[in-house]
């Protein structure tokens, strides 16, 4: 028997379960669940949604933690609305105190730490 053949299907083997898994590591957002995507999409609707009705206004809740978060809305409302997110949820997360984090997070996006 030559071992040619079986070298060559063992290749093939690892090669169909290695090439998919390589893929959503190169692009993480091909690797989330359906469900955790929707989620996503939801919460960036609503931080879109929410920036343009109050996010330049003080005095309310996502204008005063735009401005504690030091992020210009009127650059945020120029953006593509996943760059915005990103930037806006990535500040959110670093604010170091918790309880004021959490009210950020249901301000801006709608959703709880942790989602």
């Known amino acids: 028997m030559k071992p040619a053949p079986i070298l060559l299907a063992c290749l093939a083997g690892v090669a169909i379960f290695t090439l998919p898994a390589c893929g959503r590591a190169a692009n993480p957002d091909s690797s989330a669940d359906p469900r955790s995507q929707q ?5 960036e609707q609503y931080f ?3 920036l343009e009705e109050s996010g330049t ?3 309310t809740r996502v204008g005063e933690y735009l ?3 030091e992020l210009d809305v009127r650059q945020l ?5 996943d760059q ?6 990535d500040a ?3 604010f170091p105190d918790e309880d004021v984090r959490r009210q950020m997070l249901l301000s801006l996006f709608d959703e709880k730490e942790g989602q």
């Open 39 to 43: 989620q996503r999409e939801q919460a």
């Open 48 to 50: 879109e949604r929410v």
């Open 57 to 59: 206004d003080l005095e």
């Open 67 to 69: 401005n504690v978060l």
């Open 77 to 81: 409302q120029a953006m593509p609305i």
């Open 84 to 89: 915005a997110y990103r930037r806006a949820h």
């Open 92 to 94: 959110a997360m670093r």
